[in-house]
């Protein structure tokens, strides 16, 4: 755990020297190891390095554990590269469910950091895989993707179905997704998640959501979920960051 955390830090660090260390690192037996390096690996290679930016490549499609495979893709979309880009619409198009789900994520990620050279089309993209899929939690991902990639002309499907959609923890999702759009319209039905019981995790999300809302109506909210709530620990540090926007 600690050899985890250290390439984790040299990440955070943007220790660029330490890339070669943390290739190999890659190759680690320990999945928290190999995990930590592709998570670091995304915020120190350079998008000019091909050959580490083929290695992340490589482990996104056949990485030695689950993990190791979702933050390679992950950390594909840090990177920025046009040939990650390439890896991430091929995994979303073709892969299995959490391929897809972190592939977008990655996207959503480079279009965030303005890294993304054609986002319009890309948006198109995980919009239609929005649409089509029956998986709720991919669905989650995608709907978060498309936040971080500002789908602005996307934005009254996922108020829609915020509603629809079964699955408590996904509408959390989707109130982040609606908040990374700033989209002020869906600040009472993100209310009403925050003052249903249920899911805390839904509560939790749906309390981030509205402070990066900016919806100074809902301290008054927050404060009340926080007294009745018999997972008011659980939700309080939420609802302090919700506070604190």
Same mark, same amino acid.
């Given at each position: 755990?600690? !050899?985890?955390?250290?390439?984790? =830090? ?12 943390? /290739? ?25 390095? @091909?050959?580490?930016? +083929? ?5 996104? =499609? ?30 979303? &198009?073709?892969?299995? =469910?959490?391929? %897809? ?11 965030? +950091? ?13 919009? !239609? ?9 991919? %669905?989650?991902?995608? /709907? ?8 602005? +002309? ?9 509603? @629809? ?36 995790? &839904? ?12 919806? &100074? ?15 008011? !620990? ?12």
């Amino acid at each position: 755990y600690v !050899k985890a955390h250290i390439g984790t =830090a040299l990440g955070k660090l943007r220790a660029r020297a330490s890339a070669p260390t943390l /290739a190999k690192g890659m190759d680690h037996k320990n999945e928290h190891i190999s995990r930590s390096a592709a998570i670091a690996l995304g915020l120190v290679v350079n998008p000019e390095n @091909k050959k580490l930016v +083929n290695l992340l490549r490589r482990k996104a =499609a056949s990485g030695g554990s689950r993990s190791t495979r979702n933050f390679s893709l992950i950390s594909l979309g840090e990177v920025g590269s046009a040939e990650g880009t390439k890896t991430l619409l091929e995994r979303l &198009r073709k892969g299995q =469910a959490m391929d %897809k789900a972190y592939a977008a994520l990655g996207l959503g990620i480079q279009g965030f +950091n303005g890294k993304l050279a054609f986002k319009s089309e890309v948006v198109e993209i995980v919009y !239609k895989e929005y649409k089509s899929t029956k998986s709720p939690n991919l %669905k989650g991902a995608l /709907a978060i993707s498309l936040g971080l990639l500002d789908a602005t +002309n996307h934005v009254e499907d996922i108020r829609k179905d915020i509603d @629809k959609i079964g699955t408590q923890s996904v509408q959390g999702y989707l109130a982040v997704a609606l908040a990374l759009l700033n989209d002020q319209h869906s600040i009472p039905a993100i209310r009403e998640l925050v003052r249903k019981r249920g899911d805390v995790d &839904r509560r939790k999300m749906a309390a981030i959501a509205l402070g990066m809302l900016r919806d &100074r109506k809902a301290i008054s909210l927050l404060e009340d979920v926080m007294k009745r709530s018999s997972n008011s !620990k659980a939700i309080l540090g939420s609802a302090t960051v919700a506070m604190g926007h």
